[in-house]
């Protein structure tokens, strides 16, 4: 089979980066859209074997030069970074970018559950780019991932966890479904793949579920030291993000409901690690490294 031309945005990012790494990995040609082609995360993926090419999801006519010429293009926005309107704003741009510039498939990263009117604005502002994309009249497929085990490592996370402490704001024994950020990189290449056969669909996915408690459990292996989990009150949570509290309500009176097992026999390539798995690959090292108060 010929291998396809991607473009990659959000390439310098967590989950951008997961998705270049794993089409790189299976022999696709990749470009990377970034707006800072000489910073080093971009020289880093210059050495990954990408090519980097210049352009902003702000700018509707870099993004279609970036992607003509692909034949497929990966879409994600930043709530974090840009602010939900402004996300909701850049993602529809792109899209019609991806049109204009004659994407033969256009991958759109939204979040689990993002249509089913929850209420989260981060999920929300990614919803109104998903209808948006499904009226452009291209083929597209909506990979949608569910909570990050990288969560656990997260800037806010790391402080509490190198004392010993897994803090989230959920009851201790409410499950959550979590993926690792390589199997969102397995999977939307899993994606690129099927092409055909995943055009008009959307995809919620997860590689693992289970509550607080169990995950301080298997970090206490992993890590080698003893790790309880802690209850962060609601109330905190929302003094420092609505947006977050209104997730984490969410979290605890609804939750994700991927099918894990329909899951893993429609998509058996991509691996799908537990979040033991995860937890023992990862480089605890990085604790050694993180102020009390990170």
Known sequence: MTKLNVLVTGATGQQGG???????????????LTRRPASDAARQLTSA??????????DAASVVQAAKGTDTMFLMGNSYEAGLEEETRQGIMAADAAKAAGVGHLIYSSVADADKKT?????ESKYLVEQHVQRLGIPYTISAPVAFMENVVAPWSLGALSQGTQAFAMPPKRALQLVALSDIGA????LVERRERVFGKRFDFAGDELSGEDQA????QAIRRPVSYREIPIAVARQQSEDAALMFEWFDRVGYDVDLAALREEFPDVGWQSFADWARKFDWSVLDRASPTT
Do not use: Q, T, W
């Open 217 to 220: 459990k298997i970090l206490s």
């Open 187 to 190: 999977f939307v290449a899993a």
């Open 18 to 32: 997961a998705v270049l790494r794993a089409l790189l990995s299976k022999g696709y040609r990749v470009k990377a």
């Open 49 to 58: 074997g990408a090519e980097v090419v210049i352009g902003d999801l702000a």
């Open 119 to 123: 209420g989260i604005p981060h999920f």
